[in-house]
């Protein structure tokens, strides 16, 4: 079973090969019992003119750092977060709005059922 991550709209970032999509990925979206990918995780993009491209994950989480005072911020709302998406082994230019983003081999937790 596939499950879908998100349709591209734009790459927010790219740095060394590695392209950071938008829209994030709301985690409520995502089935309950899913394990968070991973990096190197198979991605299949499924672009627009009905092309089929293999990538990988290189990240995937809730965006955070640090302020001058050691505080963990975030900019997303903790109830519901957002999770961005950055990928690899593609090229920038294969990339294109409208792109569909799935994850070819997830994994669930023990005894769990995708819903």
Same mark, same amino acid.
């Given at each position: 079973?596939?499950?879908? *991550? *998100?349709?591209?709209?734009? &790459?927010?970032?790219?740095? !060394? =090969?590695?392209? +950071?999509?938008? @829209?994030?990925?709301? #985690?409520?979206?995502? @089935?309950?019992? /899913? &394990? &968070? @990918?991973?990096?190197?995780?198979? #991605?299949? #993009?499924?672009?627009?003119?009905? +092309?089929?491209?293999?990538?990988?994950?290189?990240?995937?989480?809730?965006?955070?750092?640090?302020?001058?005072?050691?505080?963990?911020? &975030?900019? $997303?709302? @903790?109830?519901?977060? !957002? *999770?961005? #998406? $950055? /990928?690899?082994? /593609?090229?920038?230019?294969?990339?294109?709005? =409208?792109?569909?983003?799935? *994850?070819?081999?997830?994994?669930?937790?023990?005894?769990?059922?995708?819903?």
């Amino acid at each position: 079973m596939q499950v879908y *991550l *998100l349709t591209v709209e734009g &790459i927010a970032d790219a740095n !060394e =090969g590695r392209f +950071r999509l938008t @829209p994030r990925v709301l #985690l409520r979206n995502l @089935p309950n019992t /899913i &394990i &968070i @990918p991973m990096p190197e995780d198979p #991605l299949e #993009l499924r672009l627009p003119d009905e +092309r089929l491209l293999q990538a990988r994950v290189a990240s995937f989480g809730i965006d955070a750092w640090r302020d001058a005072e050691g505080n963990l911020l &975030i900019d $997303t709302d @903790p109830a519901n977060p !957002e *999770l961005s #998406l $950055t /990928i690899t082994g /593609i090229e920038w230019s294969d990339i294109l709005p =409208g792109t569909e983003i799935w *994850l070819l081999e997830p994994k669930f937790h023990a005894g769990g059922k995708p819903s």
